[in-house]
């Protein structure tokens, strides 16, 4: 999902529903689903819905080394884009980029997030949150929460 978001080939229309919950231990640097470059003109932000069906992702870890991207969570960027029903546990994320959260880096343009819980540790040099590390006023974030961040 990250690969062809990132990519520009995933639409507004778009829906996707969590089958199970996903273990990324095995994953030792994840690629944010939704890039957004702000020193270029790239921007492939989530447009589309993502339906986490009650389930959880383990084990997300990011440590800095992703070139490219400025906004870090699991979505690097939305724009317009649903969110609901997920939750991360033992998220582990060191950044400096521009925007970190464990759900979302950046939320924009009326996205919206409900239903979600994360739990870890973020630790950032920039604008960081819990769950999302930064939106706009047009955003709706509802029914969430979030636990033991350092």
């Not at 609901?84 to 546990?89: E, F, G, I, R, S």
Request: charged residues 15%; aromatic residues 10%.
């Amino acid at each position: 999902l990250a690969t062809m978001t990132n990519n520009g080939l995933i639409g507004a229309d778009t829906g996707f529903v969590l089958a199970n919950d996903i273990d990324l231990s095995g994953v030792s640097n994840w690629i944010p689903i939704g890039g957004r470059n702000l020193s270029v003109t790239t921007d492939f932000t989530f447009k589309a819905n993502f339906d986490g069906n009650g389930y959880t992702i383990f084990n997300l870890k990011y440590d800095n080394a992703i070139t490219g991207h400025q906004c870090i969570g699991l979505f690097g960027a939305l724009s317009g884009a649903t969110i609901k029903n997920v939750a991360l546990d033992n998220v582990q994320i060191y950044s400096t980029k521009t925007y970190t959260g464990a759900l979302v880096g950046f939320c924009r343009d009326e996205s919206c997030i409900y239903n979600c819980f994360t739990s870890g540790n973020i630790m950032s040099t920039a604008q960081a949150g819990g769950l999302v590390g930064a939106s706009n006023s047009k955003s709706k974030i509802k029914n969430v929460r979030f636990a033991n961040f350092a």
